[in-house]
């Protein structure tokens, strides 16, 4: 199927540890995404890559840090995860030309 | 990016047509009307986005004022799966600085009942 994949769907771990969140997408997009979703179901942007470069870079710690391997991946690696951190974590990706965003169905993070 | 105002929640019965109004005053004369929705914990799902004509597709329609400082997504008839958060945001396209960055805001909570 045609989509944005995330892996893992869950993940409950605990504080002070570090953990990656994948994101695959085979739309041949070129923008990739990550947004956070807060217990008030604010969704915000993290960060923003195109074709590998890092384009948006919002207010977010240096824990968090997005890497790119080519322009259908995206993953996070977030380290000495703190209880702030538990959230849902949305990959996104865009076509070139811009339509709509296409959205993976999320991870949701427990740091306990 | 520009700001969007929506009414926080609305109520719709099943089969009649849904009307969720979004206000965006302050929108420059480059940055397009997204809408998104979300049904409970899944991914926000893309729905339709216009500049200045009238859009529609197989989702839903969309109507933008002349002065492009409103519109108006229209379910035509909505169901019981349509309920939903759904959000008005306003952006610069691919190929903007910002990148096609979208702010979510509260968004809309439309419930469907029978």
């Known amino acids: 199927d045609t989509a944005v994949s995330q892996t893992p769907k869950y993940l409950v771990t605990q504080m002070g540890n570090d953990k990656s969140i994948k994101c695959e997408q085979n739309?041949?997009?070129?923008?990739m995404y990550w947004y956070k979703q807060d217990s008030k179901k604010f969704l915000k942007i993290m960060f923003s890559?195109?074709?590998?470069?890092?384009?948006i870079n919002e207010t977010v710690p240096n824990r968090f840090s997005p890497k790119s391997p080519d322009k259908a991946h995206l993953n996070l690696h977030i380290n000495s995860l703190e209880l702030g951190d538990s959230a849902v974590y949305f990959c996104?990706?865009?076509?070139?030309?811009?339509?709509?965003?296409?959205f993976g169905s999320g991870t949701r993070l427990t740091v306990v | 990016d520009a700001k969007t105002t929506q009414p926080p929640s609305m109520d719709c019965a099943e089969g009649r047509a849904a009307n969720l109004p979004c206000n965006h005053s302050?929108?420059?004369?480059?940055?397009?009307v997204y809408w998104y929705r979300q049904i409970h914990s899944q991914g926000p799902q893309y729905i339709i986005h216009?500049?200045?004509n009238n859009e529609t597709n197989e989702m839903a329609s969309l109507i933008i004022t002349e002065d492009r400082k409103s519109s108006t997504l229209i379910l035509p008839h909505a169901t019981l799966r349509d309920t939903a958060v759904y959000y008005c945001?306003?952006?610069?396209?691919?190929?903007?600085?910002?990148?096609?960055?979208?702010?979510f805001g509260q968004g809309t909570i439309l419930t469907v009942h029978p």
């Open positions: 996104a990706s865009r076509p070139r030309g811009g339509t709509g965003y296409t």
């Open positions: 890559y195109n074709n590998k470069e890092l384009i």
């Open positions: 216009g500049l200045k």
């Open positions: 302050t929108i420059s004369g480059n940055e397009y």
């Open positions: 739309l041949g997009h070129d923008t």
């Open positions: 945001i306003v952006s610069l396209n691919a190929g903007g600085t910002s990148y096609g960055k979208l702010t």
